[in-house]
């Protein structure tokens, strides 16, 4: 498998660390459920067949942090994003992630 880092161009899966499940978001700690929504968020994790955001880091590269959506069933990458961006993206409510 190949990886397109946005800034060095496409490189080998081996420069890549894998950093898991892109969708999920830290929750609040001050809502009144915090725990068991830390324990989602620590423990559950779906394994979806098709394709699945996930947070690669270019450990061997740029050092760049990207989120990768990835094909479960045949690793067919169909694009590959900064986190800063799609970090910022969520923040501003621009684009739905889940
Ligand atoms: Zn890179």
Same mark, same amino acid.
């Given at each position: 498998?190949r990886i397109k880092?946005p /800034?060095? #161009?496409e490189?080998s899966?081996d420069?890549?660390?894998y /950093? %898991?499940?892109?969708?999920?978001t830290?929750p609040?700690?001050d809502?009144?459920?915090a725990?068991?929504?830390f &324990?989602? /968020?620590? /423990?559950?994790?779906?394994?979806? !067949? %098709?394709p *699945?955001?996930?947070?690669?880091y270019h450990a061997? #590269?740029? *050092? !760049?942090?990207l989120v990768?959506?990835?094909? &479960?069933?045949? *690793?067919?990458?169909? &694009? ?6 799609v970090a910022?993206?969520? !923040?501003?409510g621009?684009? #739905?992630?889940a």
């Amino acid at each position: 498998m190949r990886i397109k880092c946005p /800034y060095c #161009g496409e490189r080998s899966l081996d420069e890549f660390a894998y /950093y %898991g499940d892109a969708t999920v978001t830290r929750p609040n700690l001050d809502a009144p459920d915090a725990m068991d929504q830390f &324990t989602a /968020y620590v /423990y559950e994790r779906t394994n979806p !067949a %098709g394709p *699945h955001r996930e947070l690669w880091y270019h450990a061997a #590269g740029c *050092h !760049a942090w990207l989120v990768v959506t990835r094909d &479960t069933t045949n *690793h067919k990458i169909s &694009t590959v994003e900064l986190a800063r961006d799609v970090a910022l993206q969520r !923040a501003s409510g621009t684009k #739905g992630d889940a």
